[in-house]
């Protein structure tokens, strides 16, 4: 297995209630400007979400799927800086001073036939379980208002592989993937109070098979080892 380097992008987290009863959580996904537009992604994947009108995977090539393709979950530190794989969640009628310590996310890939998720150090990755790769988010969760006054938690959280910004890199990465990785899962639990069980939601986006045009225009890479740089804020 090659890791070429994962960033857990921008991390803007929400939250299910601490409070009794069933809680309606909303769970999207998208493809996101890393950088440039990021912002006016983010306003747009809000206010849809609050509203109910989000497309899973809207600004990506396949909108109205749970489908992604590689060139969509890559990110580097050279124009254009790439794009993310961004998970939305949409929680109305709770606040955010009701949510902490009874909400987790992670997200989880696989590679080579075995599901990774990151570890808390944020560099590695490790095999995931029910009972690893959870973090709870510390800050910029947010309280929401939409356009139709209805107030509740909203938030986003993401990854992307990271590979040297390099063409070469960027085609090395992408011909990993499509010999590698079939999915990338965001997953989020959630629990009444901290005596209640954690609900588990999980939202799956299937990675594009290699289209039959661009097989055999990158060579596989193989070998174990590599860090990962990984960059989270929760």
Known sequence: MR??????AVAVCLAVAATAGAMDVSLY?????????????????FAAASAGSFV??????????TTFKAEEAIVYSTPDYGKR??????IPGQTVAGLTGNFQAKDAMDWAGIKYTPADDGVNLIPDGPDVGWWTPHYSWADYTNAQNVSGV??????????????????AQVSDMYTYQTFWTGEVRYRANENAP?????????????????????LGLA??????????MA
């Open 29 to 45: 996904a998208d493809t996101a400007p890393n950088v440039y537009g990021y912002d006016a992604w983010q306003a747009q994947a």
């Open 223 to 232: 070998g174990v080892g590599n860090y990962i740089r990984k960059r989270r």
């Open 3 to 8: 890791y070429l380097g994962i960033v857990a």
């Open 154 to 171: 909203i938030g986003t959280f993401g990854d992307a592989w990271w590979p040297d910004g390099t063409p070469e890199a960027i085609a």
């Open 198 to 218: 954690w609900t588990v939601q999980t939202l799956e986006l299937q990675l594009v098979p290699e289209p039959l045009t661009m097989a055999g225009l990158f």
């Open 85 to 90: 794989l961004m998970w939305v969640y949409w």
């Open 56 to 65: 899973n995977m809207g600004s990506g090539a396949f909108p109205g799927t």
